[in-house]
């Protein structure tokens, strides 16, 4: 299958006949990254699954009337974010507890997940990521696992530069003052 | 300034690789069950049917007349004698305004809690954004 650029998705998208092309280049395309971004808000690989797959269906419903004013990437990146951010919240209320620890349960659960491959190290990162506060964790993955540039982090989630900046490095400082704690 | 060799290395490259694995074939079935979902969706989905203008009337006739059974039977159910012992204790309705005030109580302690948080950080956030702006090194802000 020869794949498509994001313009051809978008145009495809628009022609009757064609927009089931479009959409299956663009899952083609984009689902690995989209799953990534959204398995480390989420942690467990059946949740990240669930998400991603929301993800695909929203797009898919509003993929025609998509105006290229922000890249494609951006799009799929914010609905991806948004849907995983009220994934979680969810979570939070089906469990009838607002108070409940989400991220301690996630914290914990992942030294038991058969899809985690991680070392100590990595584990003991993963663990202190999930004290950060959702959005800091966000932040903190997009630029130190994806290498994603602030300004494009910027249009993703709807938040200046500056403030992605401050908020990256205050994730790093806590996250280094808990490695040192362990 | 001397560097911490204590201190934990987030450069280190093994680190930047994220820890996590999928379930073998996991992207290449991806499409195939998000396919299947949406055909599923889309045919258990009922289509919207136009409400016809003789059906309108019906229906707008039969809610009044609805309307009216049900108010003229509240009305002959409290003024009838002897209805006061089918009303709810008032004792019991007053405990249940105090259970709903404590949720709302709770609720807005939550939010109070967050909000405080928060505007430390955005105090905070808003500084080092402001330095941030003006290009100043971060190392040298967190000094």
Redesign the interface.
Known sequence: MQEWDDREIIEGSKIQGKEEIAF?QL??KY??RL??HV??IVID?DDA?DV??NS??KI?RSLSSFRSESGLYTWLYRIATNEALSFLKQKKKKAFA??IDLEGQMSESLEADP?????E???K??QAILKL?EKQRIVFNMK??DQVKYEEMSEILGT????L???Y??A??K??SI??KD | MKKNH???D?QQE??????????EG??ES??E??QQ??RE?ESSSVPVRRIGKSTRWVAMAAAVLAAALITTSIIRFTSSPGSEGLYPDIALLEQMQVLDDDRYLY?LL?EEEEVQLDEE?AF??QA???L??NDVE?DL??E
Do not use: C, T
């Open positions: 299956n899952v083609f689902q690995e799953y990534w398995r480390k690989h699954d991603l797959q695909m269906i898919w607002p108070w899809w985690f491959n991680g070392d190290i990595q584990l990162l993963q506060p130190y696992f200046s530069v500056g403030a900046k401050a908020s490095h205050h790093v400082k996250i280094e490695l040192r | 204590n201190k934990p987030l093994v680190l930047k690789n994220h820890p996590f694995g999928v379930p996991y992207f991806f499409s069950r998000l979902r949406i969706e609720e939550g950080e905070a956030s080092i954004e402001y941030a702006i971060m802000i967190y």
